[in-house]
C-alpha cells in the first residue's frame, strides 16, 4: 500500500511537470515563434531539406554581380548583358580565384592610384553595389574555414590573365583597406589564358553589343571638371544608342484578403497571431511581433522587445534568417523574373546588421522614391530594407510589387557629353562640378507617376547614395 502510494505521488508529480512544459512551450510560441527547447520542435528530414534548398537558393540568387565589364586593352569595354551566358562563365571563374584567395596569405598591397591604369589593360571587371563583407563571401563561396582576411569587405575584382608571363592570371581586388594583387595559377577546368582571347575577340567580332569607354580615357587630360570615377563607362561614339524597354509594376498584395495574407506571411505560425483591419493596413499581431500590410504595396514588420546586443551574431547567419524569410514572402508575390539585388549592407548596429536590396529588370536597378509611406510615414528609397541579427528579424520595409518590362524597344541617346549637359541643365554647373560621384548607370526610377510607366533614366550617386538623374531622350523617328 506505502509503494502504491509513493508511485500514485510520483505519477501525479511527473504529469504535473510535463504539464508545466507543456504551457511554457505553449507561451513562448506565442510570444516568439518556436518552443524554447529542441524536444518540442518537429524534426523532419523534409525541413531540413527545405532549410538546406532555401540556403542554396539564397546563395544563387543573391550573390551576383551587380556589373561584369569585359575589356579588350585596347580602349574598347563590353557590358555584359544579364542573358549571355558568358557573363555566368566568368563569374564562376572569379570564384574560383576568390576561394583560392581566401584559403592563401599571397597578397601585395598595392597605392590604390594605380586602380585607373589597370582598368584599361586587357581585362575582367565584376563589381558589386557595395562593399561585400569577407564573411559573408566566404559563406556565399563554401569556405567559411578559410584564413582571416587582410580586409573587411570587396567592391571590385579584376581578373588580368596577360599581365604574368608564366601560366598564372593576376587578380586585382579594390576592398575595404585599398588594393591587393594577387597571382594565382590558372584553373585547370577553368578559362586559359588563350580562353580568355577567344572571348574578346568574339566580342570585337560582335557588332549588336554596344561598345564603351572608361572614363580615364574619355578624359585623360582632366579637361572635364567634374568628379567621376575613372572606371565609369561612356559612349563616345557617333551612333551612341541603347535599345531598352520601358517598364509598369503592378501591386500583387491589393486585393488579397487577411486568411490569404497571413498564410503567405506567417506560414504555419498564423494561428498564433491576431488580425484586423487598421485603415488601409492589414495588421497581424501578438506579444512581441507585428506586421502591415498596406494596400499601396507596403510590407512592414517590427519585433517589439528589439535588438539584443549579445545577439547579432555572424553576418553569415543574419543573412540566412534574413533569406529564409524573404524568399516566404517572395515565393508568393513576386514573378520570377523580378529580381533582388544587394545595394547596400550596413554593420554600424551593436544589434543587428541592415541589408538593402533593390529590385532588378535585366541588368538594370529599379531605384524607388516615394514620400512618406507607412505607419511611421517615412520615406520609402528602396525596395527591400531588412534588420537582422542571428537570432531573428528585427524591422523590415518591402514594397512588394511586379516590375513589367514592355515588348517593344526604343532607342535612347546615351552619348556621354549630351548626359553631362542635361544634368547640369537640370541641376546647374557648379552643383554638379562639387557633386562627388561614386556610380553612374543606366536605370528605371519609380515614382508617384500617376501613369505607372517609366522610361530609362541617367543616374549618378554619390558615396551617400544619393542621386541627380535625368531622363534618356528618345531617337527621333
Known sequence: MHYNKNFF????????????????GILWYNQNHSFPFTFFKVSSSSIVDDKTEAIEKAKKEAYKPYRLTVSNGNASHWLIEENNEIKY??????????????????????????????????????????????????????????????FDSIYKILMVPDEDINNNNTIYLLTSKGLYKYVIPFNNDGISRKGYSNIIDNLERNHYIPVYKMFKEVNPNNVI????????????????????????????????????????ILGNEKESYDRYIEKNALVFKNINNIYRLYNDGLLEYKYVPGAESDQKGSISEAFKNAYFFINRIKNVFIDTENKLNISKIIDDNPGYYEFVFDYMTGDYPIYI???????????????????????????????????????????????????????????????????????????????????????????????????YYVKLDEKDS
Do not use: H
Request: aromatic share 12%; hydrophobic share 40%; with cysteine.
Open 9 to 24: 505521488k510520483s505519477f501525479v508529480l511527473l504529469v504535473l511537470v510535463i504539464l508545466s512544459f507543456v504551457q511554457i
Open 89 to 150: 562563365e566568368l563569374f564562376k571563374e572569379v570564384n574560383e580565384y576568390l576561394r583560392k584567395i581566401f584559403t592563401s596569405s599571397g597578397g601585395v598591397a598595392l597605392d590604390s592610384n594605380l586602380w585607373p591604369e589597370l582598368i584599361i589593360k586587357k581585362s575582367i571587371l565584376a563589381e558589386f553595389k557595395t562593399e561585400i563583407k569577407t564573411d559573408l563571401l566566404k559563406w556565399f563561396l563554401n569556405c567559411q574555414r578559410a584564413s582571416k582576411s587582410d
Open 225 to 264: 571638371s567634374y568628379s567621376i570615377p575613372n572606371d565609369a563607362l561612356c559612349m563616345i561614339s557617333s551612333s551612341s544608342y541603347v535599345r531598352l524597354p520601358t517598364i509598369e509594376y503592378r501591386i500583387e498584395t491589393k486585393a488579397v484578403d487577411l486568411d490569404e495574407a497571413a498564410v503567405a
Open 369 to 467: 522614391n516615394f514620400g512618406e509611406k507607412g505607419n511611421d510615414k517615412q520615406p520609402l528609397k528602396n525596395a527591400l530594407t531588412i534588420k537582422v541579427n542571428s537570432k531573428r528579424i528585427i524591422e523590415c520595409r518591402w514594397y512588394i510589387i511586379n516590375v513589367k518590362k514592355s515588348r517593344t524597344l526604343k532607342s535612347y541617346n546615351f552619348y556621354f557629353q549630351d548626359l553631362l549637359n542635361s544634368l547640369a541643365r537640370k541641376y546647374g554647373r557648379q552643383a554638379l562640378e562639387s557633386y562627388s560621384i561614386k556610380n553612374s548607370t543606366i536605370a528605371f526610377l519609380i515614382n508617384n507617376n500617376e501613369f505607372k510607366t517609366f522610361s530609362p533614366v541617367w543616374i549618378v550617386e554619390n558615396p551617400e547614395d544619393e542621386y
